[in-house]
């Protein structure tokens, strides 16, 4: 399973640093795009101290199933320049489209079978990608099917949910405040409470509604989300399969949380500590690399 360093022309200014995996044997290979969730991560979907780490445990599982896969690192992390507070939902966007773009064109790749694995905020782009670029397959890892906002409330609204009842009213009042602030400002970056916030991200992605782009997908979906995730709504898995137009395979897994690890506790970010000391679930990195390699290798022999 060797890996090998990959730079993504993203845009003229800017390109991002990333790791193929690639799967024993000569190619040409299926290969997927991965696509992690919001906020500053590296190409294994790490930040700071908090280390998720879906990235390699994936790639590995994918290459097990002979499947080359490219991870990179968000803009502004890791070996990929930029400022990373001052990026937007459509920058990842396109950033993910170019990353596609830039697999499919790698020699030893099949060109003609590129599926991408996203996870939340991944999900969403992954959605897109199936949309409009020239991909075979897709995997939803806890995607929303909701307009942005409404996600981001739910979302929210779960995590206040833990706090003691004393505190609920006044968090939540501060966090409507927070809100109206980033929505009025039209600055990349602004400060709420004292800390800078990437406000375009989040104005961004509150406008965003992905049910078009899953209206308009015309490739397999595999979409799983966890009956234990308190980030992303299981429920939007319903809406998934009403809109997709063909192949939309769901699955709600009911110890799975939104770390991808299983937990059979109540669903609970505090929890997430614990949770990390985990390994990412094995039964979910075997249904997602046997679920690929069955549609990629069917697409390319198409």
């Known amino acids: 399973m060797p890996d090998v360093d990959m730079a993504v022309t993203a845009d003229d200014r800017l390109r991002l640093a990333g790791t193929l995996t690639l799967p024993a044997g000569a190619g040409p290979h299926p290969a997927v795009l991965l696509l992690h969730g919001s906020g500053r991560l590296d190409r294994d979907a790490n930040t700071g101290r908090v280390r998720t780490g879906y990235?390699?445990?994936?790639?590995?599982?994918l290459a097990d199933a002979g499947i080359a896969s490219l991870r990179y690192d968000r803009r502004g992390v890791g070996a990929t320049p930029g400022d990373w507070r001052a990026t937007?939902?459509?920058d990842n966007r396109r950033d993910a489209a170019a990353a596609v773009r830039a697999l499919a064109a790698r020699p030893g790749i099949r060109a003609d079978a590129v599926g991408v694995v996203g996870h939340s905020e991944g999900a969403v782009h992954a959605m897109t990608l199936g949309a409009h670029a020239d991909v075979a397959a897709v995997v939803l890892l806890a995607g929303f099917a909701r307009l942005g906002e409404d996600a981001l409330r739910r979302q929210a609204g779960m995590i206040v949910r833990d706090l003691p009842a004393f505190a609920r009213p006044m968090v939540r009042a501060l966090g409507e405040r927070q809100l109206a602030r980033i929505k009025k400002s039209d600055a990349d970056?602004?400060?709420?409470?004292g800390v800078p916030v990437n406000a375009r991200w989040t104005r961004e992605l509150l406008a965003h509604d992905p049910r078009p782009d899953l209206a308009g997908?015309?490739?397999?979906?595999l979409a799983i989300t966890g009956g234990k995730d308190v980030q992303v709504d299981a429920a939007d898995l319903d809406e998934i399969r009403r809109l997709v137009p063909g192949e939309a395979e769901v699955h709600r897994i009911a110890d799975l949380t939104h770390l991808l690890r299983r937990d059979p506790g109540r669903a609970s970010v505090r929890s997430y500590p614990r949770q990390l000391r985990r390994p990412v679930d094995s039964d979910l990195l075997t249904q997602v690399s046997?679920?690929?390699a069955h549609r990629l290798q069917a697409s390319a022999q198409a």
């Open 290 to 292: 046997g679920w690929l």
């Open 189 to 193: 970056v602004t400060r709420v409470a």
């Open 88 to 90: 937007g939902f459509t």
């Open 217 to 221: 997908i015309r490739v397999p979906v």
């Open 55 to 61: 990235g390699p445990p994936l790639a590995a599982a």
